[in-house]
């Protein structure tokens, strides 16, 4: 708790407890809301099981042998240059982009990650409910399989999937084994090509949905991050990128039909802007055979144009959205930067971002607001940069007692303009470098990430080259560089803050209880 003599001081106020004491906090916190209720039925004739004592482990083991050893495995290189040298970039028919990366994995394991991209703005429209419904629906039932027989299907392949998609396009991952990726690959031809839209699955989706937004009302973070969203969204109401209010997304649900899934899967899904990456154990000839065969011919109807989102100069705001009776409060810090990932600062603001609010427990902000001040619960602060254009936004977020907001928002304020106006030591520049390109190594000794990055580059028309000279940029850096790039972009006065809490103060105080009762 962060000091001994805090054990001395509860003695001495218990010491000092009145009856009325008792009183007063018993009626304030042992209320309804605050119940959970559990009843006990003690059983009239209680059945008691008897388990039977070993007599001899050694006897039990006598003459057993275990089983075949899975595959080992091999030692890999995650360096770019070992990356872009295994893998095998191919080119469907229709125009879907394939990358494999065969390498031998422990059990045999293999990954399959795809992309899927579709419509423009002005076809896609006002159908963001029907995109993301379209997307949830497509693991609950095709012309071949049931909900179930999906799973149990799946089961059967020793496969882990999650296929999906929203307005911005269409995803799947999947892990699997080398003797099941053929007929993984066929399973997942049938998931995204046929899927049937049962309206009795649907009603029980939106069901869900629609229970899930009404109990996110009251959700300081939910609501935090909805209104973060509409204030950073440069898009009005009849645009696909529109951010809505909460009652606006539960009256889009409600208004889809199966049709309207139906006719928008048959519009917009297509293997013709399709990235697909396959990484483990695999032959690569049957593996290409086997895509070509489930999406080489799957053609588009509908034109495809990336929706670009542009820089905006955003005025600061100070937003507060009540919940009562909430115990924890939250609030995202936010300012759009003119920086894109293939900015010449992109590296040095990363860098410097990381090191003010990335760590989980030794970045400044987190060291100044839950080790120094012991404000919040947990905090952070993160850069989003486009890959298309020179917009990003810096934010930072904190949960945290309602009653140290003021704290809380002049510890966020005061750590940023440290960092403004002296910058980082020399030692932390060393540690942040190690650290985030040592955790990037890590990642990509995993088949998922490699396949991720692998669809990505195929996407951005990237090579493992842009990597290696992010990272080498990374490495350069020096303290007075990424001070300089913080200076350029990050201003404190700028920043517009989102709150959500009860911050109903003079409430508390009518109610007699103090902090710490």
Same mark, same amino acid.
């Given at each position: 708790?962060?000091?001994?003599?805090?054990?001395?001081?509860?003695?001495?106020?218990?010491?000092?407890?009145?009856?009325?004491?008792?009183?007063?906090? #018993?009626?304030?916190?042992?209320?309804? &809301?605050? @119940?959970?209720?559990?009843?006990? /039925?003690?059983?009239?004739?209680?059945? %008691?099981?008897?388990?039977?004592?070993?007599?001899?482990?050694? #006897?039990?083991?006598?003459? /057993?042998?275990?089983?075949?050893?899975?595959?080992?495995?091999?030692?890999?290189? !995650?360096?770019?240059?070992?990356?872009?040298?295994?893998?095998? #970039?191919?080119?469907?028919?229709?125009?879907?982009?394939?990358?494999?990366? !065969?390498?031998?994995?422990?059990?045999?394991?293999?990954?399959?990650?795809?992309?899927?991209?579709?419509?423009?703005?002005?076809?896609?429209?006002?159908?963001?409910?029907?995109?993301?419904?379209?997307?949830?629906?497509?693991?609950?039932?095709?012309?071949?399989?049931? @909900?179930?027989?999906?799973?149990?299907?799946?089961?059967?392949?020793?496969?882990?999937?999650?296929?999906?998609?929203?307005?911005?396009?269409?995803?799947?991952?999947?892990?699997?084994?080398?003797?099941?990726?053929?007929?993984?690959?066929?399973?997942?031809?049938?998931?995204?090509?046929? !899927?049937?839209?049962?309206?009795?699955?649907?009603?029980?989706?939106?069901?869900?949905?629609?229970?899930?937004?009404?109990?996110?009302?009251?959700?300081?973070?939910?609501?935090?991050?909805?209104?973060?969203?509409?204030?950073?969204?440069?898009?009005?109401?009849?645009?696909?990128?529109?951010?809505?209010?909460?009652?606006?997304?539960?009256?889009?649900?409600?208004?889809?039909?199966?049709?309207?899934?139906?006719?928008?899967?048959?519009?917009? /899904?297509?293997?013709?802007?399709?990235?697909?990456?396959?990484?483990?154990?695999?032959?690569?000839?049957?593996?290409?055979? =086997?895509?070509?065969?489930?999406?080489?011919?799957?053609?588009?109807?509908?034109?495809? $144009?990336?929706?670009? =989102?542009?820089?905006?100069?955003?005025?600061?705001?100070?937003?507060? %959205?009540?919940?009562?009776?909430?115990? &924890?409060?939250?609030?995202?810090?936010?300012?759009?930067?003119?920086?894109?990932? &293939?900015?010449?600062?992109?590296?040095?603001?990363?860098?410097?971002? /990381?090191?003010?609010?990335?760590?989980?427990?030794?970045?400044?902000?987190?060291?100044?607001?839950?080790?120094?001040?012991?404000? +919040?619960?947990?905090?952070?602060?993160?850069?989003?940069?486009?890959?298309?254009?020179?917009?990003?936004?810096?934010?930072?977020?904190?949960?945290?007692? !309602?009653? &140290? %907001?003021?704290?809380?928002?002049?510890?966020?304020?005061?750590?940023?303009?440290?960092?403004?106006?002296?910058?980082?030591?020399?030692?932390?520049?060393?540690?942040? *470098?190690?650290?985030?390109?040592?955790?990037?190594?890590?990642?990509?000794?995993?088949?998922?990430?490699?396949?991720?990055?692998?669809?990505?580059?195929? $996407?951005?028309?990237?090579?493992? +080259?842009?990597?290696?000279?992010?990272?080498?940029?990374?490495?350069?850096?020096?303290?007075?560089?990424?001070?300089?790039?913080?200076?350029?972009?990050?201003?404190?006065?700028?920043?517009?803050?989102?709150?959500?809490?009860?911050?109903?103060?003079?409430?508390?105080? *009518?109610?007699?209880?103090?902090?710490?009762?």
């Amino acid at each position: 708790m962060g000091d001994w003599r805090l054990l001395f001081l509860t003695r001495d106020r218990i010491e000092e407890v009145t009856v009325a004491d008792v009183q007063r906090v #018993a009626e304030y916190y042992l209320v309804r &809301n605050n @119940r959970t209720e559990g009843r006990f /039925y003690p059983t009239e004739t209680p059945q %008691r099981v008897d388990i039977p004592a070993l007599a001899s482990v050694a #006897a039990m083991l006598e003459g /057993y042998e275990g089983r075949e050893g899975a595959a080992e495995g091999e030692a890999f290189d !995650p360096s770019f240059d070992n990356i872009a040298a295994l893998t095998k #970039a191919h080119t469907l028919p229709v125009g879907t982009q394939v990358a494999l990366l !065969p390498r031998k994995t422990r059990g045999a394991e293999v990954v399959v990650q795809l992309e899927m991209q579709f419509g423009t703005a002005e076809s896609l429209g006002t159908q963001r409910a029907t995109a993301n419904l379209v997307g949830a629906m497509l693991m609950r039932g095709s012309e071949k399989f049931s @909900r179930q027989q999906l799973q149990d299907r799946l089961d059967e392949l020793q496969a882990n999937a999650n296929v999906n998609g929203a307005i911005s396009g269409a995803y799947a991952s999947v892990v699997t084994t080398r003797e099941n990726l053929r007929d993984v690959i066929a399973l997942l031809e049938e998931i995204l090509r046929n !899927p049937v839209f049962d309206a009795q699955e649907l009603e029980l989706l939106k069901a869900s949905a629609i229970a899930n937004l009404e109990a996110s009302r009251q959700d300081p973070q939910a609501i935090v991050n909805r209104e973060a969203r509409r204030f950073y969204s440069p898009w009005p109401p009849g645009h696909p990128y529109y951010a809505p209010t909460l009652d606006e997304e539960i009256a889009e649900l409600r208004a889809v039909t199966a049709e309207d899934l139906k006719q928008f899967h048959q519009q917009f /899904y297509n293997g013709a802007h399709m990235q697909i990456a396959v990484v483990g154990d695999m032959d690569e000839k049957l593996t290409l055979h =086997q895509l070509q065969d489930s999406f080489g011919q799957w053609g588009a109807k509908q034109q495809f $144009e990336r929706i670009i =989102q542009p820089y905006r100069d955003l005025k600061p705001i100070n937003l507060t %959205r009540e919940t009562p009776d909430k115990e &924890n409060a939250t609030v995202i810090a936010m300012l759009g930067v003119p920086v894109g990932e &293939n900015h010449a600062d992109a590296a040095a603001l990363e860098l410097g971002t /990381y090191m003010f609010g990335g760590g989980f427990l030794n970045s400044r902000l987190v060291t100044r607001l839950r080790q120094q001040d012991g404000l +919040s619960y947990g905090s952070g602060a993160w850069l989003n940069m486009s890959d298309w254009t020179d917009n990003g936004q810096f934010s930072a977020y904190a949960i945290f007692a !309602p009653q &140290n %907001r003021a704290a809380v928002e002049k510890g966020l304020r005061e750590e940023l303009a440290k960092v403004l106006d002296k910058g980082f030591t020399k030692e932390e520049i060393t540690a942040a *470098k190690s650290g985030l390109l040592q955790q990037g190594r890590v990642d990509r000794t995993q088949n998922g990430n490699l396949a991720d990055l692998l669809v990505n580059n195929l $996407e951005l028309e990237r090579d493992m +080259s842009w990597h290696l000279r992010r990272e080498q940029q990374i490495q350069a850096l020096t303290a007075e560089q990424v001070l300089a790039a913080m200076q350029r972009y990050i201003n404190p006065e700028s920043l517009a803050f989102v709150w959500a809490g009860d911050f109903r103060t003079e409430a508390m105080k *009518k109610s007699g209880v103090k902090q710490g009762d």
